[in-house]
């Protein structure tokens, strides 16, 4: 079993930045992929960005030029810093962690964090 803490959100007004952490612990295959999704009420999940530990890296159009991923392995904690942050931004952020369990691909999620940006 895998468990995904989540913090670092909160109220922020339109062009400030926030950091969201992510640490997973628990039994976790040395070679997975961490990332981060949001959902916005009425919509669906979608990607943010993610990154495995070999560094593929991958961002949603939405996200380039404007938030940064990054993870330390060591300690199984993926980062998301957001600049320029707009109202649209505003949702419930969940981390998630992927991995193989035998022969089987595995998805953790986080309990979400809220990301509100006021214009």
């Known amino acids: 079993q895998v468990q995904l803490v989540e913090s670092g959100g909160g109220l922020v007004q339109a062009g400030g930045s926030l950091r969201l952490s992510c640490a997973a612990s628990?039994?976790?295959?040395?070679?997975?992929?961490m990332g981060w999704y949001r959902q916005a009420p009425g919509n669906e999940r979608e990607l943010v960005a993610q990154?495995?530990?070999?560094?593929?890296?991958n961002y949603a159009d939405f996200a380039k030029g404007r938030f940064t991923i990054s993870r330390d392995n060591a300690e199984n904690t993926v980062y998301l810093q957001m600049n320029s942050l707009k109202p649209e931004d505003t949702a419930i952020y969940y981390c998630?962690?992927?991995?193989?369990?035998?022969?089987?691909?595995?998805?953790?999620w986080g309990q979400g964090t809220q990301v509100t940006v006021s214009s």
């Open positions: 628990g039994s976790i295959f040395t070679i997975n992929v």
């Open positions: 998630y962690l992927l991995h193989y369990e035998s022969t089987s691909l595995r998805d953790y």
């Open positions: 990154k495995s530990t070999g560094g593929s890296t």
